[in-house]
């Protein structure tokens, strides 16, 4: 669907079950190729690895340095790659993972609107 070069689609990362879910069918609703999910950042890494994502949304819930070291190894997967965190809002954690490189940070509780128009707004342009 929404692809070029060698990477396509979105993977999606979180603990909950039911939110993967959700977000999974809000983006193929969109017209978004969901092609990986991970429920850990393990699975994450490895899914990055060996797909090429166009884009990562992640959701855990980690401290500051912790994600912060999560989109620096995403980066070093590939660095084109757009990381978009979810998250509840925590004293400048938005700053602090733009600043690490992800591309966009979307504050709980969101609509699904928003999360996709993030998507599209992110997604790279080869």
Avoid: W
């Amino acid at each position: 669907m929404l692809s070029a070069e060698g990477h396509s689609g979105v993977i999606i990362a979180g603990e909950v079950p039911l939110l993967r879910v959700l977000l999974k069918m809000a983006l193929e609703d969109s017209g978004f190729d969901v092609i990986a999910e991970a429920e850990n950042v393990e699975g994450l890494l490895i899914e990055c690895k060996g797909n090429s994502p166009s884009v990562v949304l992640i959701d855990f819930n980690m401290d500051q340095q912790a994600i912060v070291r999560l989109i620096e190894n995403l980066l070093d997967i590939d660095p084109v790659v757009a990381i978009v965190v979810i998250s509840d809002l925590k004293d400048g954690q938005d700053a602090t993972v733009l600043a690490a490189g992800a591309r966009a940070f979307l504050q709980k509780p969101f609509s699904m609107y928003d999360m996709t128009d993030i998507v599209r707004k992110v997604k790279p342009v080869y």
